[in-house]
């Protein structure tokens, strides 16, 4: 059985940082390329950043390119989002995601397994 479970959520202020962990199970985590998504209260879940195999790819939405940054350590079967000079309109439930195969994709569907998301709120 595939468990993501995402832990490193909370509430900070404004231009703090936030480390965000994904530690994953029943899978072989070295060959999933896994990536994060998020969905704020009446919009769609987005995509955050991704990170291929080996983490020689990553990808991020423009909105957090340079403030976020993504690793991953596959001794430890866990991925990791950092997440620098935060913004309020980075509140939301942030979601880890696994797919199977080494191409890094952006869309929800395209990734199989999920864990069941951790809090971020950024207050002004």
């Known amino acids: 059985q595939v468990q993501l479970v995402e832990s490193g959520g909370g509430l900070v202020q404004a231009g703090d940082s936030l480390r965000l962990s994904c530690a994953a199970s029943?899978?072989?985590?070295?060959?999933?390329?896994m990536a994060w998504f998020r969905q704020a209260p009446g919009k769609e879940r987005e995509f955050v950043g991704g990170i291929s195999w080996f983490g020689s790819r990553t990808d991020f939405a423009d909105s957090v390119k340079g403030r976020f940054t993504i690793s991953r350590d596959n001794a430890k079967n866990t991925v990791y989002l950092q997440m620098n000079s935060l913004k309020p309109e980075d509140t939301a439930i942030y979601y880890c995601?696994?797919?199977?195969?080494?191409?890094?994709?952006?869309?929800?569907?395209?990734?199989?397994?999920w864990g069941q998301g951790t809090q971020v709120t950024v207050s002004t």
């Open positions: 995601a696994a797919r199977p195969g080494a191409q890094l994709v952006v869309t929800a569907l395209d990734y199989d397994y």
């Open positions: 029943g899978l072989t985590f070295s060959r999933n390329t």
